[in-house]
């Protein structure tokens, strides 16, 4: 009896010391904050944490009586090549007259295919990568701005079809005032944190569809962030000759995307209203080229155009032999007013920019 | 726990001649001998050595804690001696000077901390000198001059020369045997906001204080400066709270320029470029190009002691080209003629400018001579030379016309 309360207690006494131990090295993690004392949240299957950075993960954020986040998910699995993760943020507040202001935030993330219908890819193809969306570095396809982002998955998340799968992210922000609402900051947290937000969710995302690559994807590089805003005193948009919009160029105003060789854009808009005049783009980069596969006809769009293309009510896009790689571009514009002249020029200054022959009909060569 | 365990386990913190001692079982007579920090009284029993254990644990978390604090803030033994602004360790400022001197130099370095004045109209600056046994390594820290005529065309001259080889990869840098120089990427500071894509790039560079007699450049030595100018850049990024680290550029960087035999048809390899008679005879000093693609290109003929008689240059980055923006509007009262929008331009006896807006933005195309000897060679050249780099890099077709002589 002695010797076995002997073993106990010795244990007892270890443990103590263990404890003593324990509480010595736990009071620094503590006090730094740091794990496992953190308790904080997580969110898009398990990707993003509480306070890891952006204002909208922020512990601040919801900090107020009236604030709130909350969190909705559907993971992708290997038999569901869909997925969905929402964060909403709501918030009240009173102004300083006295009224309610109701601040909305939403972040999703989606995985999946590029939409099927070739009217809604186009609008999402040219909604991600147009206007002043910037490549990601270190070789990912994709793209990010402060507010959105895209990122192609590698082959192994293809469908069964072929046609890549790619992970977006969204957001919507905004103060809903008694009488008006104001467009807000989603608390992103800029380009550079679009996208890591956007590699992590897909790193996880790939991981529920069982279609991860060996070795997770990664930003290390910086993320660029575009230089220039938009221009609104102008007759030359985005510095392509032959853009000359002349009377027209008076109410609009145009922003240069990048312009690299596997990706350029050009976006011209309404000065008043931010309606849409046309937004063109040019992509080259073999993985969000693939983005448009299938849908880019099968014939020319027009007499003397190269390539295939479809001219369509409210798109037009053509592809074409590049040096080997396939050129595609397109253009978004409402069909109110004749835009073939303007995607014409913009065709053929781009490939000719890139160092290739004319596609569009009237193009000299080098 | 019985109340002798109490009492005991209160006792160890006590005076060890406290009265209670006495009565003490757990403490044989053998002990108390002995005083009371010995091992033997501390572990003695069960529950002293408890406490022991856990006083020992408590004061040993304190310690790794307080170390480990010491060692993240660079305090205490941990202190930081390394150069220029922190980014080097004395192993890595040793390795700068390894080419010269092979071994292990004994490097002492000076620095002035990278500031900002008060309104930020100058951008951030700062120096860091290293030298060691007379030689020295000059890193600067600034944002580039606009403004012709001042520091942005002295270090153009210095580190846009066809020596360096772009560090590719997007990054605005480049890098040779004696010089290296790299940009903070938009995003981080300064540019992208809209009031500073007219100024210029910060930018920190790196000057050996050695001149380098041979024709070839060192690749060994290259590609070192251009690892540490990445290191500073990371360095200074990273200090300001800017998330990316660039990565070593190295591997993808193309083989340093040799010298160029021109063709009478092609002077610096553009084609159309005619050699000159006096030109293609001369044996003075021979001609350099920049290879692989990067923020320019530069033509350098007949350099000595780091000044070309001839320079032709694109500068295809925009970035950069903001360097000549005021130059081209105002440098001159007899501009070049081109098409509308297409760009700004004048030809100088020693010198023809055309600063063009193409689709990646200001492209400066550039011919300069050391002196005003040969005003018609310029002439000559600068149409064709637009003419044909604004093809190259996709900036065509693009005519200008010269304003008459004299």
């Known amino acids: 009896m002695k010797q076995l309360m002997d073993g106990a207690r010795r244990r007892a006494v270890l443990v103590g010391g263990a404890v003593a ?3 010595a090295a736990g009071l620094g993690t503590w006090a730094t904050d740091t794990w496992p004392f953190d308790g904080k949240d997580t969110y898009c299957w398990g990707a993003w944490k509480e306070d890891s950075g952006p204002d909208f993960l922020s512990g601040e954020a919801v900090d107020e009586d009236n604030a709130s986040r909350t969190s909705e998910e559907t993971a992708p699995a290997p038999g ?31 995985y999946g ?5 070739a009217a809604r890819r186009m609008e999402w193809i040219g909604g991600h990568l147009g206007d002043r969306a910037m490549p990601l570095p270190d070789g990912l396809p994709g793209v990010s701005d402060g507010r959105s982002g895209l990122l192609v998955l590698p082959k192994g998340c293809d469908t069964r079809d072929g046609r890549p799968t790619a992970v977006t992210l969204d957001s919507t922000a905004e103060s809903v005032y008694s009488d008006s609402t104001m467009p807000g900051d989603a608390g992103l947290g800029g380009s550079q944190s679009v996208a890591r937000l956007l590699v992590a969710a ?41 853009l000359e919009l002349g009377k027209e160029a008076e109410d609009l105003a145009y922003q240069v995307g990048p312009v690299t060789r596997d990706l ?100 000299s060569d080098r | 726990m019985t109340d002798s365990e109490m009492t005991d386990s209160e006792n160890d913190d006590n005076s060890e001649n406290d009265d209670n001692c006495e009565n003490d079982t757990s403490v044989p007579p053998h002990e108390r001998r002995r005083p009371w920090w010995h091992w033997r ?35 205490g033994p941990f202190a930081d001696d390394r150069a220029c602004w922190g980014t080097f360790s004395q192993d890595d400022a040793a390795a700068l000077f390894d080419g010269k001197f092979g071994g292990n130099a004994d490097v002492k370095s000076s620095e002035v901390p990278i500031t900002s004045d008060r309104i930020g109209a100058e951008g951030s600056s700062g120096q860091c000198l290293l030298t060691s046994d007379g030689s020295r390594i000059t890193v600067q820290a600034h944002q580039l001059d606009t403004r012709f005529g001042g520091s942005g065309d002295q270090w153009a001259d210095g580190f846009l020369s066809a020596r360096l080889t772009p560090l ?138 780091d000044h070309p008689e001839l ?62 000897r040969h005003p018609a060679d310029i002439r000559t050249l600068l149409p064709r030379y637009v003419a044909a780099e604004a093809d190259r890099i996709g900036c065509g077709p693009l005519h200008i016309t010269l304003p008459a002589a004299g």
């Open chain 1, 202 to 242: 897909a790193n996880r995302a790939m991981e529920k569809a069982g279609c991860a690559p060996d070795k997770p994807l990664e930003v290390v590089s910086p993320v660029l962030t575009l230089p220039e805003g938009r221009e609104t005193f102008f007759t030359r948009a985005c510095r392509i000759k032959g």
């Open chain 1, 80 to 110: 569901r090549q869909r997925g969905r993760c929402t964060v909403a943020l709501h918030s009240e507040r009173t102004s300083s007259d006295g009224g309610k202001v109701v601040e909305k935030t939403e972040v999703t993330v989606d």
């Open chain 1, 113 to 117: 295919p590029a939409p099927e219908s």
């Open chain 2, 311 to 372: 320079r032709l240059m694109t500068v295809e980055d925009p970035r950069l080209a903001v360097l000549y923006a005021r130059l081209s509007e105002n440098g001159t009262q007899k501009p070049v003629k081109a098409g509308a929008h297409d760009g700004y331009g004048f030809v100088r006896d020693d010198m023809g400018l055309f600063q063009a807006q193409c689709q990646t933005g200001p492209v400066t195309f550039l011919i300069r001579a050391d002196s005003g």
């Open chain 2, 168 to 305: 590719g990869g997007g990054l605005l840098g480049m890098a040779s045997d004696t010089r290296a120089w790299l940009a903070v990427p938009d995003g981080c500071i300064g540019r992208p906001r809209d009031a500073d894509v007219t100024g210029g790039p910060t930018v920190i560079d790196l000057k050996t204080g050695w001149t380098v007699y041979d024709d070839e450049v060192d690749i060994k030595a290259r590609d070192q400066l251009a690892r540490a100018v990445v290191k500073l850049v990371n360095h200074y990024m990273a200090g300001k709270g800017c998330t990316g680290t660039i990565a070593d550029p190295t591997g993808r960087m193309p083989q340093p320029p040799r010298f160029l035999d021109e063709k009478k048809d092609a002077m610096c390899g553009v084609k159309g470029l005619p050699l000159s008679h006096a030109d293609a005879r001369s044996t003075l000093g021979r001609t350099l190009v920049t290879r692989g693609a990067g923020p320019v290109r530069t033509c350098d003929r007949r350099v000595l002691f």
């Open chain 1, 21 to 23: 131990v324990l509480v």
């Open chain 1, 264 to 363: 350029q854009s050009c976006s011209v808009r309404q000065t008043r209203g931010d309606g849409r005049y046309f937004d063109a783009l040019m992509v080259t980069q073999p993985r969000l080229s693939a983005l448009f596969d299938g849908a880019t006809g099968s014939k020319a769009p027009a007499r003397g155009w190269r390539g295939t293309g479809v001219f369509a009510d409210t798109y037009k896009v053509v592809r074409a032999d590049c040096a080997g790689r396939p050129l595609t571009v397109l253009m978004l514009a409402p069909s109110l007013h004749e835009t073939t002249p303007y995607f014409a020029t913009f065709t053929n200054a781009v490939a000719r920019r890139v160092g290739c022959a004319p596609v569009a009909p009237g193009g």
């Open chain 2, 41 to 75: 009284r501390l572990t003695g029993s069960r529950p002293r050595l408890a406490v022991t254990t856990g006083v020992i644990g408590v004061v040993a978390g304190a310690l790794l804690g307080g170390a480990g604090v010491a060692w993240q803030a660079e305090a």
